[in-house]
């Protein structure tokens, strides 16, 4: 089906993806329009080998050659020069691609398949949660696209990782499904873009996606709880009652016991694992129960919990601080 110019949604080891032949133009073309994708968001390529990223790049540094190495198949994204073989439409006109091989068999097998490297954005319509099942994907663009891989849940369930390999300086555009930690530890320091700690702020095109455009929002309003651990129970109650109050229907999702909350619907994380894995679920099942505004507390931004608040603050409608 991606040999012929047609889009397949299938599982990854972090979202469900919407699959398309990286090299047609036409093809690349459809997934904006399915989504309602702004044209200036890059897609990222995907791969099934290490050895197909040659063709596609100008060149591989030395640093993003030891990350190929330590975390392909992988939750890791490397921008990288592209070549001119690399349609303008995958990568919004910029010189660079972005480009990863995914942990998943399913995908892997797919790719391979296909005998083209394959642009895979979420199965989604663009700005919503990202898909985690194959009914989520079902939920957004049933019968939009020509077919759809039921594989079950993702397994790690934020995106991946974006790294700016294209200079010796590395940098994190978007943090994912692999610890920045464990990035650091292969190939020292890595900078980051102030993006990732904040609401959109990039100009004109950026060089991976989820870095400009508000994001993973569900139809319900977020609002992201900040501050000192101590004070948060307080300020999320307080919020709590003055939304119950105007007769909105309130959820809460905390990473505490059960119990502190007088809230019509409460999700609780029991680790950061679980709560990267459940949270565009969480928001989705929230809509569906008919939840006007959603509650969540903030968590620490190390390990998963740097990609949490990221995904956050992009679907957040405000930010209270604690």
Same mark, same amino acid.
């Given at each position: ?27 690349? /073309?459809? $997934?904006?329009?399915? /989504? ?37 198949? =992988?939750?890791? @994204? ?10 303008? &439409? ?8 972005? *480009? ?42 049933? =019968?939009? &696209?020509?077919? $759809? &891989? ?10 991946? @990782? ?48 989820? %870095? /400009? ?18 004070? &948060?129970? =307080?300020?999320?109650?307080?919020? $709590? ?5 105007? =007769? ?8 505490? /016991? ?10 609780? %994380? ?24 959603? *509650? ?11 990609? *949490? %608040? ?13």
């Amino acid at each position: 089906m991606v040999k012929d110019g047609g889009l397949v949604a299938f599982p990854t080891e972090t979202v469900y993806g919407l699959g398309a032949d990286a090299l047609n133009p036409e093809a690349v /073309k459809k $997934i904006f329009e399915v /989504k309602g994708r702004p044209s200036d968001n890059p897609l990222i390529v995907h791969v099934a080998s290490i050895e197909e990223v040659y063709p596609l790049v100008k060149e591989v540094p030395e640093k993003a050659e030891k990350l190929m190495k330590k975390f392909w198949p =992988g939750p890791l @994204t490397l921008v990288l020069k592209k070549k001119s073989i690399v349609p303008d &439409i995958v990568t919004a006109g910029m010189d660079t691609v972005a *480009i990863r091989m995914p942990d998943n068999e399913i995908a892997l097998a797919m790719i391979r398949e296909a005998g083209t490297p394959v642009v895979a954005p979420s199965a989604n319509i663009f700005s919503k949660p990202s898909p985690t099942t194959s009914d989520h994907v079902v939920s957004d663009l049933y =019968g939009k &696209i020509e077919v $759809i &891989i039921d594989a079950g849940a993702t397994r790690i369930g934020v995106e991946s @990782t974006v790294i700016d390999a294209t200079t010796d300086k590395l940098m994190l555009l978007r943090p994912g499904g692999l610890n920045l930690e464990e990035i650091e530890a292969v190939v020292g320091r890595v900078e980051l873009h102030p993006a990732v700690q904040m609401m959109p702020i990039v100009n004109g095109p950026s060089r991976s996606p989820g %870095m /400009k455009y508000k994001h993973y929002a569900p139809d319900a309003k977020v609002i992201l709880v900040e501050g000192s651990d101590e004070r &948060i129970v =307080g300020k999320v109650n307080s919020l $709590i009652t003055r939304y119950k109050r105007c =007769g909105l229907v309130v959820g809460v999702i905390t990473m505490r /016991k059960h119990g502190l909350y007088d809230a019509d619907v409460v999700k609780f %994380m029991s680790d950061l694992n679980a709560f990267a894995k459940g949270l565009f679920s969480a928001f989705r099942e929230f809509d569906e129960v008919g939840v006007d505004v959603i *509650i969540v507390e903030g968590v620490e931004e190390r390990g998963l919990g740097l990609a *949490i %608040m990221n995904r956050l603050r992009k679907a957040s409608f405000k930010i209270e601080k604690a």
